[in-house]
């Protein structure tokens, strides 16, 4: 079983740079950033592997997260860093990846996500979609493939409901699940006013 913190490695900066993960206004550097190896279950129940790059002030914190989610045998899909996907979030979510650090900005804003800060963590997309109710009252659901999650009261394999005091529990205290729109299920972050802190 392997769960360490590491300094991020030459090869993933590098990585990161090529697929312009990492660009020159990030809000956070490279010295910020912590590369967590860590265990988990897959849905087949069996071990994997997994790598997810955060802010150095939630490294520990994650490190517990997903130990308490191995001990869980809380099954999920994927985790590698989202420089796999060349900072793509739509096909992170559509492999049901779960990931922390990407630099974008919030949708159809200029506000940075907390994903930039590396101060959010996803889980399984898939299971647990991020619903935009838009002006005109029609819904979209991403990724796609999460259409047959949205009855949250038919509880499955992989959604997050019963996860989010592991995180809370560890301080990242914000769930997307509880806000009224956007709604985002796999979405877990500290609050933004820690972002100075």
């Not at 045998?73 to 979030?89: L, T």
């Not at 992170?92 to 590396?118: V, W």
């Not at 009261?153 to 409901?161: A, F, L, Q, S, T």
């Not at 205290?173 to 972002?195: A, K, T």
Request: proline fraction near 5%; aromatic fraction near 10%; glycine fraction near 4%.
């Amino acid at each position: 079983m392997s769960f360490k913190i590491n300094l991020l490695p030459q090869k993933v900066i590098n990585r990161m740079l090529d697929t312009n993960v990492l660009v020159t206004d990030c809000p956070i550097s490279i010295d910020q950033m912590r590369l967590v190896d860590l265990e988990h279950y897959n849905f087949q129940d069996q071990l994997q592997h997994g790598q997810i790059i955060v802010n150095e002030k939630i490294a520990e914190s994650t490190l517990n997260i997903f130990k308490n989610l191995f001990d869980l045998k809380f099954p999920i899909h994927r985790v590698i860093p989202i420089h796999e996907y060349g900072g793509d979030d739509n096909l992170s979510m559509a492999d049901n990846n779960s990931s922390c650090f990407n630099f974008r900005k919030i949708e159809g804003t200029n506000i940075f996500s907390m994903h930039s800060y590396g101060l959010a963590i996803d889980i399984n997309p898939i299971q647990n979609p991020y619903i935009v109710i838009k002006d005109d009252q029609t819904v979209e659901v991403h990724p796609k493939a999460a259409v047959e999650f949205l009855n949250r009261k038919n509880i499955r394999r992989g959604m997050v409901e019963s996860i989010v005091d592991v995180f809370k529990n560890n301080g990242i205290i914000e769930w997307g699940g509880n806000w009224n729109s956007p709604i985002d299920y796999h979405h877990f972050q500290v609050p933004r006013s820690q972002l100075d802190s």
